[in-house]
């Protein structure tokens, strides 16, 4: 399937944005701008008063939460403006089922939430916002209700996604996603990223599609934050996605600052302020443009019931429970040896918390008292164990530190060889191993001790609170698909794990770059060498299409060809039934 789509309001915002429009530094310079734009206030089209576009949330059985934001000019920056809106069962809104009126303000940086409640559930709505001093109306919104629990349902469907990074390309895999015939959308976190202009992610194409981050700083203020989230939501394939489906959503650590915990992270450091006043406008500014329903900001852990089909629990992995990550490097000794036992002891630490016993008891309350089928838990990391051996990891990672000497690739070739040899001759019974081989093969660390392999302790305890249910676990974080098997310590199936890709983010490819030869080397190693895993892909950009019936869960994965140019083509990559 190929998609290019040039609307005259997406052709506006860009002029808006070449120009340095309105999204500069301050709310006030980008009301002056608007005004320069609009030839003194009003613009009969209307389009760029409602840039940002719309968008729905958290959709239940009678209540879904509608968005928008309106670009006030300077001189209407210090009022309150009224905005009117409708929601219809027609397109034409005909049949105007809920209307009223909410205040757009610089207290919330004229985004406008509205929880509308009353509704028919398993029904289709369409929504618009209205601002009749200047005549202007919105885009019309696409959203449903869900069925009521326990009710019978045959079919869901969910396209899962994670990871937008602004300045590594058009957005096209939401463009992919408003066309396909998803339900709900399962935004796993990643939404944004802090980084500064010539950060994670830029690339060649970045200035050439006009993709620098706004503000070109890493993001501090709630200033920041909020233009940041205003320039990602310029982008025509993000705001068709959310003009065509309804957002159920999670945030990851870019939404804060790289991986991120309960006290701190990576990408934070004193000269930047207190860390727990970052998060808390970083929050802020989320709940602004990306709300959830839940009655306490902050908390973001909540389950979706649809019909007697799917219970939708989703998890908060990164922030409100996570203690601060182990670190290889700490293990090293002075004589470069790394302490096997020492890391072991930290790894088993039953203290160690990644959910928290708050979250876990209520995700245990969740989970049993649920009557549906499946239950889907849509959470940031990967749950899957995925341990390989260490000289294989460590080798990996001088390359992601920048080192690929001729020497280094060459070793980093002859183990990935020589470990899939070890392991394919030890699968198959080969008495001949010596000690030796068996050994490198039996000398294994978690790939990523910001996942779920950091805390295995506590993922026991999710595993015994979902025994005997037919599970299916959404993953996000890395940038590259998945297909896990999930089993306890006692070798007892859990459930499958299904990790999408990511929309532009760098995957194993922004290590080792895209010589075929040395992406397929590493994903066939990792799916020999790490028992569980069914499928890896590391080099592509895309989602997954997951379908719900009483019998199975089909997991789609979906990538695009390219985030170079807003011409792409849909591919269909391999595709995973379990029948729970």
């Not at 349902?153 to 937008?164: E, G, I, Q, T, W």
Request: net charge negative; glycine share 10%.
């Amino acid at each position: 399937m190929e998609r290019k789509v040039q609307s005259r309001r997406a052709f506006l915002a860009k002029s808006i944005l070449a120009s340095g429009g309105v999204i500069l530094a301050s709310q006030l310079a980008a009301c002056e701008k608007l005004d320069d734009f609009l030839g003194g206030g009003n613009d009969d089209d209307g389009i760029p008063r409602f840039l940002h576009g719309v968008g729905s949330f958290d959709p239940i059985a009678n209540a879904v939460i509608i968005w928008t934001r309106f670009t006030p000019t300077a001189d209407e920056v210090q009022q309150a403006i009224r905005i009117n809106w409708q929601m219809a069962t027609d397109i034409d809104f005909q049949n105007i089922v809920k209307e009223g009126m909410q205040y757009a303000n610089l207290e919330n940086d004229f985004t406008i939430v509205q929880d509308v409640t009353g509704l028919n559930s398993n029904g289709k709505y369409y929504y618009r916002f209205m601002q009749e001093d200047v005549a202007v109306t919105s885009m019309t919104g696409e959203t449903i209700t869900l069925p009521e629990a326990g009710v019978p349902v045959d079919n869901l469907k969910v396209a899962v996604c994670s990871c937008s990074n602004y300045p590594a390309g058009l957005f096209n895999v939401y463009d992919a996603i408003a066309n396909s015939d998803a339900d709900l959308v399962l935004h796993l976190g990643d939404y944004i990223y802090e980084y500064q202009v010539g950060g994670y992610g830029t690339n060649e194409n970045t200035s050439v599609l006009g993709r620098e981050h706004d503000p070109a700083t890493e993001i501090l203020s709630l200033e920041d934050y909020r233009l940041r989230y205003r320039q990602y939501r310029t982008d025509e394939g993000l705001q068709l996605a959310h003009q065509k489906k309804p957002f159920v959503v999670i945030w990851d650590d870019h939404e804060i600052t790289n991986d991120a915990y309960n006290e701190g992270a990576e990408n934070h450091d004193e000269s930047e302020g207190d860390y727990q006043a970052r998060l808390q406008r970083a929050i802020q500014v989320h709940s602004e443009y990306l709300p959830v329903r839940t009655d306490t900001l902050g908390v973001i852990y909540r389950n979706f019931e649809y019909g007697n089909l799917v219970n939708l629990v989703m998890l908060d992995t990164r922030i409100i429970g996570r203690d601060k990550q182990l670190s290889f490097t700490d293990f090293f000794g002075a004589d470069g040896a790394f302490d096997f036992v020492g890391f072991a002891g930290a790894l088993g630490d039953s203290g160690r918390a990644l959910m928290g016993q708050e979250q876990l008891a209520w995700t245990a309350n969740a989970v049993g008292g649920s009557s549906a089928k499946w239950q889907v838990l849509g959470q940031q990391v990967l749950m899957g164990t995925m341990t390989v051996p260490a000289e294989l990891l460590i080798l990996i990672g001088q390359v992601a530190a920048g080192d690929t000497s001729p020497d280094t690739l060459g070793a980093l070739q002859t183990a990935i060889v020589d470990l899939s040899t070890l392991k394919a001759r030890a699968l198959a019974g080969d008495p001949t191993l010596t000690e030796a081989e068996l050994g490198r093969l039996a000398a294994q660390v978690p790939y990523n001790l910001d996942a779920w392999d950091g805390y295995a302790v506590e993922r026991e305890q999710l595993y015994a609170i979902l025994n005997g249910k037919s599970t299916v676990v959404f993953a996000g974080d890395t940038h590259n698909a998945w297909h896990n098997v999930l089993t306890d310590f006692s070798g007892n199936k859990v459930g499958e794990e299904f990790a999408c890709s990511s929309v532009t983010s760098p995957g194993f490819e922004g290590i080792f770059g895209t010589d075929p030869a040395t992406i397929a080397g590493i994903e066939q190693a990792f799916t020999l060498l790490i028992d569980g895993l069914q499928y890896f892909d590391a080099k592509q950009r895309g989602y997954v299409l997951a379908e719900f019936t009483q019998g199975a869960a089909t997991a789609s994965y979906r990538f695009i060809d390219t985030i170079g140019s807003a011409a792409y083509t849909e591919i269909e990559g391999n595709t995973a039934t379990y029948s729970g």
